[in-house]
């Protein structure tokens, strides 16, 4: 399993050297840290830049750690090179611009380097975006590629800082077989108490391995704090986590398989009945001259389901983002009843 550790962002020499060390002796063998950094809010801590980098290549000689670092431009990929930098990665913000990603691909064809490169997933849920940045890379002739899926901005998401979305690296998986997959629970999670779960889960998916925001004195960081743990917590994490190999048919599980697949099909029906009753509520509503949403009522119903659902042992958080999802659909559908009816399949017309 691959494991890539260390800080957000390499501040300065001594916090560099002494993550690093630390790391290195839980045993981690690839690190990581932010050189250049890509910041929502302007005003925050945007990286050290080149400076940095031969902090480094001091982590290098001196544990002999391989090391990687983020790049978004032609500039930060010369500087990389010029440093003998190990790996690089291109960010989540690189990822959704197909310029940025070209201009990174360009600068890696002319320098011609055998390096492995990670792509992160893009910011939005467009695997297509995500495929499509790691073929421009091929296409500059690097062979060594890697994915990192550090989930998705999702406007309110009450839990996560990104939520997983798993079904995207899923799918990547299912597409691209071939490609080695990491999981960024730092990223995803946003926070140090989501780090084990959201690794412990990833394994179970067959993800092949994990980077992780590692930091001497997380408290003190100056980007990311409220998700970077201490090598030493990392170790403890790592030393828990279940490598299993990749998903495979083990017996006694078809029965169960079988009868997720009558649930799903009463799932299924029991929804579609829901958004049969919320079209005709559309109607009526439509024909009084009522407006489709009352804010009073989703806060009421949101609150009662997730009192029901935490009865039986259901994810708050799960629970709200689904109510969500079906209150979405049943304003599409009251908003233009007619309109979203189902299509007709071809015998009945
Ligand atoms: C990072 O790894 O520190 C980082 C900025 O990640 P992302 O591009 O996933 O936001
Ligand atoms: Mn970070």
Excluded at 68 to 73: C, G, L, R
Excluded at 292 to 297: D, E, F, I, T, Y
């Amino acid at each position: 399993m691959t494991v890539i550790a260390g800080p957000c962002s390499a501040e300065s020499l001594e916090q560099t050297l002494l993550t690093a060390r630390q790391l290195a002796e839980a045993g981690v063998t690839i690190f990581r840290a932010g050189v250049w950094k890509p910041r929502t809010s302007p005003g925050c801590f945007e990286g050290v830049g080149e400076p940095a980098l031969p902090w480094l290549q001091k982590v290098r000689e001196e544990t002999g750690m391989q090391v990687a670092t983020e790049v978004a431009t032609r500039a930060h990929v010369e500087a990389a090179l010029r440093h003998d930098i190990d790996i690089l990665w291109i960010g989540a913000r690189t990822t959704a611009n197909p310029f940025a990603v070209q201009e990174v691909a360009d600068a890696l064809a002319e320098a011609g380097p055998d390096i492995l490169v990670y792509v992160k997933n893009p910011v939005s849920p467009d695997l297509e975006a995500w495929i499509g940045a790691m073929q421009r890379i091929r296409r500059a002739g690097i062979t060594r590629i890697g994915a990192i899926h550090r989930g998705f901005y999702s406007y309110g998401d009450p839990l996560y800082r990104n939520s997983p979305q798993w079904r995207i690296p899923l799918d990547l998986r299912a597409r691209h077989p071939e490609i080695e997959i990491l999981c960024d629970p730092s990223h995803i999670g946003g926070r140090r108490d989501l780090i084990e779960p959201l690794a412990t889960q990833a394994l179970d998916m067959g993800f092949d391995g994990l980077i992780i925001e590692s930091h001497c004195s997380p408290d003190e960081a100056l980007s990311d704090a409220a998700q970077q743990i201490t090598p030493a917590t990392l170790r403890e994490i790592l030393s828990r986590l279940v490598v299993r190999d990749r998903p495979a048919d083990f017996e006694g599980i078809e029965g169960l398989r079988a009868e997720i697949d009558t649930l799903d099909a009463k799932l299924i029906e029991i929804l579609g009945r829901r958004m049969e009753v919320s079209r005709e509520i559309g109607r009526r509503k439509e024909a009084g001259g009522i407006p489709v949403v009352q804010p009073g009522r989703y806060s009421d119903m949101q609150a009662s389901r997730v009192a029901a659902a935490a009865a039986q042992g259901i994810d708050a958080g799960f629970m709200r983002r689904l109510l969500s999802m079906i209150h979405e659909e049943s304003v599409r559908i009251q908003v233009a009843p007619e309109a979203a009816e189902p299509p007709r399949v071809k015998s009945q017309e």
